[in-house]
């Protein structure tokens, strides 16, 4: 039976119950509260009435805590705890008066400890779970915004409140709690994860188990990232999996729509150093598939994701320089490449080139697009770098990139660009000889490779092939050192790409789109005049 309630009193002209002992009082303040001016006019006694219901509920949760025996008796203090979060939860919704007010009577505080006594309790009931959710909830709701209430949250609820809840079987549980944290965080209290990880730790696991809630990727993204201290006291510490959790959320960052800030760009050189030694150190992981091609190698996917990570930096240009300097990077990359590329031709494994054609996104290994991406990474550290450029010569990456240049489903060498495809070979072709004219060559039908010193040199009848590609229909055409006999009237390098754009003389647009395709058994042997009056207009970025 509900307790008596004392004749009603107004709030905000509607009637409420004045002493709010009861669960249909509580369920009817709750309920007032969804409207923003009965929030703004309530009366501070409202809240004290509210948190003694609280507190006398929770002597109820202390002692089942003790005497697991007393657990059944708790349905009736859980009704009235649930219900009281609720009101106080529904009073903080955009009202900073509340929150303060709230506050002030120390209410953070006795929610923090009840959530934890919670966790204590360890069984299964409905009610109890409702409860839990929403005691998170108004610690959510009253930090929101408001500065000094995250304050308090924090003196409360760091670090054990995290460490209960982020890794709680609960799915909506962790979500809240993710919610509080990325609330409460600030560059300041980032410095305590530091000296907590597992906290940091529980967030990338959270995320991993549940990447469809947005609040440990933004805990992540938004915090995490942003602190280098951080992630690199935390990577050593991550297991393999939660590193690629890591590493994907950072590709995101990379890749998404909004731009770098320059404070993002010093925050990433920070990270750049992190990955790029990672990367040196641990490359060779990948080589353990050859033996194991079956295994889901969890140590060779971080490895693989490293190298994901490289590639979209060097995209920036702002990154792009450091990682170009970066002692050992370029050696590594191609000391990898020509052992996967000669494995992969010796014996027939994850390695070797598959002339066989999948459905689009059809993916059968971890490994596949690995090759294609060392080439990408080669040719954006060649960009405008003489130094690395003369290093894939003396390291002889000349032979050995042409050499992987064959049609090979698992590794695409084809950026599907707007509005016609470009061929990566040929991207990295442009970076490799921008400005560097002793590094240009030829590629006879004998698989000789030739440098030539001049563009003027690079005159071969070698027999090659271009791509015709019109609309929907592809063919082969083979050309004996010429152009195919087509109405041509202009020929220009189209950007980002090394295809030739020909144009017709009657509508001067283009008609076709030649793409160029190498391999080790023959080259462009006639575009040697396009190389010569557009060279300067070689050089791309992989994006």
């Known amino acids: 039976m509900a307790a008596p309630r004392m004749p009603p009193s107004r709030l905000s002209g509607i009637m409420v119950p004045a002493p709010i002992q009861d669960l249909e009082a509580l369920r009817a303040l709750t309920a007032l509260f ?21 507190k006398k509920s929770t002597h109820a949760v202390e002692l089942a805590c003790r005497d697991s025996s007393q657990v059944e008796h708790l349905a009736s203090s859980l009704q009235l705890i649930t219900e009281c979060f609720r009101c106080l939860r529904n009073a903080c919704i955009e009202c900073s008066v509340n929150q303060n007010s709230i506050r002030n009577l120390d209410t953070i505080g006795v929610a923090v400890d009840l959530v934890l006594l919670f966790r204590e309790l360890r069984v299964e009931q409905d009610s109890l779970l409702t409860a839990f959710r929403c005691g998170l909830q108004f610690l959510g709701n009253i930090a929101s915004r408001n ?18 809840c982020l890794n709680h079987p609960d799915k909506k549980i962790v979500a809240y709690c993710s919610m509080i944290l990325f609330t409460s965080l600030n560059p300041e209290r980032m410095k305590d994860l530091e000296e907590n990880l597992n906290i940091a730790i529980n967030v990338i696991e959270a995320h991993q188990k549940h990447p469809e809630s947005e609040w440990p990727f933004l805990i992540i993204a938004d915090h995490f990232l942003k602190s280098p201290e951080l992630v690199e006291a935390m990577y050593s510490k991550l297991s393999d999996q939660e590193r690629v959790t890591l590493l994907d959320i950072m590709i995101a960052r990379l890749v998404g729509d909004e731009q770098l800030t320059k404070d993002d760009i010093s925050i990433f050189l920070r990270h750049a150093e992190l990955i790029a030694n990672s990367f040196v150190d641990q490359c060779r ?13 969890k140590e060779a996917l971080a490895t693989i994701r490293l190298l994901d990570v490289l590639c979209e930096m060097t995209s920036h240009t702002e990154l792009l320089g450091y990682l170009q300097v970066f002692p050992g990077l370029m050696e590594r990359v191609i000391d990898v490449l020509r052992v996967i590329h000669v494995v ?4 027939t494994n994850i390695f070797s080139p598959s002339d066989s054609l999948k459905a689009e996104g059809d993916i059968e290994h971890m490994t596949e697009g690995f090759k294609s991406h ?14 690395n450029q003369d290093k894939v010569n003396e390291l002889d990456g000349i032979p050995l990139i042409l050499d ?33 004219h002793r590094n240009l060559f030829i590629l006879s039908a004998d ?14 009848t070698t027999d090659f092939y271009i791509q015709l590609n019109k609309i929907s229909k592809t063919k082969m055409v083979p050309c004996n050192g010429r152009l195919p006999s087509l109405p041509l009237k202009s020929c220009s390098l189209i950007p980002r790409s090394l295809s030739i754009k020909i144009t017709t003389p009657a509508t001067r647009k283009p008609s076709v789109i030649c793409m160029l395709h190498l391999s080790p058994h023959c080259f462009i042997n006639p575009v040697s005049q396009v190389l010569s009056s557009h060279l300067s207009s070689l050089a791309v970025l992989w994006p």
């Open 34 to 54: 969804k409207e923003q001016r009965n929030r703004e006019t309530a009366p501070r006694t409202i809240f004290q009435r509210v948190l003694d219901i609280l």
């Open 147 to 164: 500065e000094d209430s995250q304050a308090i949250v924090w003196v409360h609820a760091f670090p054990e409140l995290f460490m209960s």
């Open 285 to 297: 992981n990948v080589l353990k598939l050859i033996s194991e091609p079956h295994t889901e190698d």
């Open 344 to 347: 992969g031709k010796d014996t």
């Open 374 to 387: 060392l080439i990408r990474l080669i040719g954006n550290l060649c960009y405008k770098n003489k130094e």
């Open 404 to 436: 992987s240049s064959n049609i090979d489903d698992n590794n695409p060498c084809i950026l599907d660009y707007d509005p016609q495809p470009a061929n990566l070979i040929s991207s990295w072709l442009k970076n490799f000889c921008l400005y560097i």
């Open 447 to 460: 698989g000789h490779v030739g440098r030539s010193h001049s563009l003027t040199m690079m005159s071969s």
